[in-house]
């Protein structure tokens, strides 16, 4: 197991936030989950042990133990877990900035069997092994106040798979079907529109491709088309692996920064102004917005078998055993010597001669790559 960026410095719980540049190996055990949140990262291990570091990793690392067997999920600012007990299910936020106790936001149905959790800024998303997929939150809150707890159900789907963004939701249907909601200003949704959705639509571009996995950043969409990875979205990183906006456009980002400095409000006010923005539909983004596949390294003859997205970089494994990422890099997340920017996929640098990725990692409020694999004899590959 190697870490790129932000990350737990090994399975020692030693607390501390590390900034690696080069793959670091941390551990000879399998992740069971990973999730990541500004200034904290967290590893859960199949063994039961957890790695965590940055921001009152201690308070995560006891929560997790206590409630070994839950869901986890993490947005940019919290973590959620979904606890099942005798008799009831219960859904819990543990923020790093509160007083270091879980708030309890909702009961769920006993009855129910949920099997994944992804969260948003604004809400979280439960998938029940029916397919069946229930939002906790505002999600409409982009627009509106404060959230406020309600729940809403899709039955009108058998849904196989959920993402959570910054701000939007992904959801992959038992046909292969990619849906969105939420806040679309960046193209994230998939649809030409740049609007906003508060339920979730099949995403048009991508009709007569059943996709097998899909994963969201902060403001970016992936997913997986028989091993052929589309992006769409904001791509002010080159997050998007394809070429970034036309020089003569004005970029999303410099419109964001002069929203930013023309706010007045809080930190908070200033955090969601950056990372939401305002729409700007340009003939550069709109075509951003729509699904489309990767070109460069991935028109090799191999097929990409894993997808992940970090706040602003993505990550994929091949077919035959090698970590891609493409996107921001300037925190050392897509290895030594990456550019704060890379436009299109490229091999993860500094892994070991003989090692064969298998699993990859990221968080939508992360700067931190995980990948997972295994050693083999070069000259047996």
Avoid at 151 to 161: D, E, G, L, Q
Avoid at 304 to 314: D, E, P, Q, Y
Wanted: net charge negative; aromatic share 6%.
């Amino acid at each position: 197991l190697f870490v790129f960026g932000n990350a737990p410095a090994d399975a020692s719980l030693d607390g501390e936030t590390h900034k690696y540049s080069s793959p670091h190996h941390i551990a000879q055990q399998s992740v069971e989950w990973a999730g990541s949140m500004w200034g904290t990262q967290i590893l859960l291990f199949r063994d039961g042990s957890v790695a965590a570091s940055g921001w009152k990793a201690r308070v995560f690392e006891e929560f997790i133990h206590q409630h070994r067997g839950a869901l986890f999920a993490c947005d940019a600012n919290s973590l959620f877990a979904l606890v099942r007990e005798p008799d009831r299910s219960v859904l819990f936020e543990l923020h790093p900035a509160g007083d270091d106790r879980a708030a309890e936001l909702m009961d769920m149905d006993s009855t129910m069997q949920f099997v994944m959790l992804a969260a948003s800024r604004d809400y979280a998303l439960l998938l029940d092994d029916t397919g069946h997929v229930t939002a906790v939150g505002d999600i409409a809150s982009w627009c509106g106040p404060s959230p406020t707890p309600v729940t809403t159900t899709w039955p009108s789907r058998a849904i196989r798979a959920i993402a959570c963004g910054g701000s939007h939701a992904l959801l992959l249907d038992e046909t292969g079907t990619v849906l969105s909601m939420g806040f679309g200003g960046h193209g994230q949704l998939g649809h030409e529109a740049l609007s906003s959705l508060t339920s979730p639509l099949p995403i048009d571009a991508l009709e007569g491709l059943p996709a097998t996995a899909i994963a969201a950043g902060a403001l970016h969409s992936l997913a997986l088309v028989a091993g052929v990875v589309y992006t769409w979205g904001s791509n002010n990183h080159g997050q998007l692996g394809r070429r970034p906006l036309a020089p003569n456009a004005r970029s999303r980002q410099e419109h964001q920064q002069q929203c930013c400095q023309e706010s007045a409000g809080t930190s908070e006010e200033h955090a969601e102004c950056s990372e939401k923005g305002t729409s700007v539909t340009s003939e550069e983004e709109s075509e951003l917005a729509m699904p489309a596949h990767l070109p460069g390294a991935l028109d090799l003859d191999v097929g990409v078998t894993l997808i992940a997205a970090g706040s602003s970089h993505s990550l994929a494994v091949t077919d035959n055993g090698v970590a891609l990422g493409w996107g921001w890099g300037a925190h050392g997340q897509l290895g030594p010597g990456a550019a704060e920017h890379v436009l299109e996929p490229l091999p993860l640098a500094g892994l070991p001669a003989g090692f064969l990725a298998k699993r990859v990692f990221a968080g939508a409020g992360a700067w931190t790559s995980v990948v997972e694999g295994e050693m083999h004899d070069v000259a047996s590959l």
